[in-house]
């Protein structure tokens, strides 16, 4: 075997493997997405059908026999391969994603969650009724999260999109198409999971410097579990008086986050009232450990360039300790 065989074989692995995983499209986990990959696959083969079709008449007829066809044969070929046939393939092809979207429309059975893409991070709120507008100004009832939203398995939840800055797009490929969130509006996405999981999602519009690292979870669980989570979601931070949370409230950190049971509400950055029961910090950057959290307070941008988020590096490591500390037991 010579090595460009060997080479051949590689790439061919590893476009394979990157058909599985949390965050692909070849992977599903969702009525929506395993509805758009099977048209994918659809019109990949109308497409195939099409091209050889026209690539065989036009080899037929240069190649085969040249020469050798008068106008009108010429013509007929034309029309009937260059024509007709792909207008009949093609017409097939609409007919079967119109067919799909009124089951892909239909109402919500389950949750509605409102999420606002903001620069650079997601804003969650359970429990919403209505049109939120703007998300940033929760609604009556919602119970404000950040960066990793619980859905029940097998029930159609309704997230309302919307974003207070630029347009975001909200993507979750193994569970559904991407959805614009745009300021100044709401948008409806249907996510109806099939499987249960931890999915990643990513910010699909660019959206600024940190882009690229606007990501979030979806952690599909049973009915009873997603009620347990919310229930547990709607409740104050279980807040000892601590020096990390004197320390919180001293440097300022009140002034952007909030932690329902303080005396920090601020609404700017993300809700840390249990930041504890996430699995990662930094819009989906690095896992909720103190380490994690002490290292992004002291110097964020650097973890995630382009951050808004300012540095307190100038804080003794003490006492970002004792601040990472306390976050970290924010369950």
């Known amino acids: 075997?010579?090595?460009?065989?060997?080479?051949?074989m590689l790439?061919?692995?590893l476009l394979l493997s990157a058909c599985e995983g949390p965050q692909s499209t070849f992977d599903t986990a969702g009525v929506e997405a395993e509805r758009v990959l099977s048209l994918f696959w659809i019109m990949l083969a109308g497409a195939v059908a099409i091209w050889?079709?026209?690539i065989g008449i036009s080899y037929y007829a240069t190649k085969a026999t040249p020469g050798q066809h008068s106008e009108k044969s010429g013509l007929r070929l034309i029309i009937w391969g260059g024509c007709i046939f792909p207008t009949v393939v093609l017409a097939g092809l609409l007919f079967w994603g119109l067919k799909m979207m009124p089951e892909l429309r239909r109402p919500a059975d389950g949750p509605t969650i409102a999420v606002s893409g903001e620069r650079f991070w997601w804003r969650i709120a359970y429990g919403v009724?209505?049109?939120p507008g703007v998300v940033r100004n929760l609604p009556q009832g919602g119970i404000p999260s950040a960066n990793e939203i619980w859905i029940p398995v097998d029930q159609r939840t309704e997230i309302l999109?919307?974003?207070p800055d630029v347009i975001h797009s909200f993507w979750v490929p193994p569970l559904a198409g991407k959805m614009d969130a745009i300021p100044g509006r709401v948008n409806r996405l249907i996510l109806e999971p099939t499987e249960l999981g931890v999915f990643n999602g990513a910010c699909a519009e660019f959206c600024g410097t940190a882009h690229a690292q606007m990501e979030f979870r979806v952690v599909v669980v049973t009915?009873?579990?997603f009620e347990a989570y919310v229930r547990a979601q709607a409740e104050p931070a279980a807040v000892a008086d601590s020096p990390g949370l004197d320390l919180f409230m001293q440097n300022g950190c009140a002034a952007c986050h909030s932690v329902r049971g303080t005396p920090?509400?601020?609404d700017v950055g993300p809700d840390l009232t249990h930041l504890a029961s996430r699995r990662t910090i930094a819009a989906g950057l690095l896992p909720a450990t103190e380490e994690n959290i002490a290292a992004f307070i002291a110097?964020?941008?650097h973890l995630k360039p382009g951050v808004e988020m300012p540095a307190f590096g100038v804080l003794p490591d003490g006492e970002i300790a004792r601040i990472a500390k306390w976050l970290g037991s924010l369950e």
């Open 1 to 8: 075997m010579n090595r460009h065989s060997v080479a051949s």
């Open 11 to 13: 790439l061919i692995v």
């Open 52 to 54: 050889i079709v026209v």
């Open 129 to 131: 009724e209505g049109d």
């Open 161 to 163: 999109l919307s974003s």
């Open 223 to 225: 009915n009873a579990d």
């Open 264 to 266: 920090a509400d601020g």
């Open 299 to 301: 110097s964020p941008d």
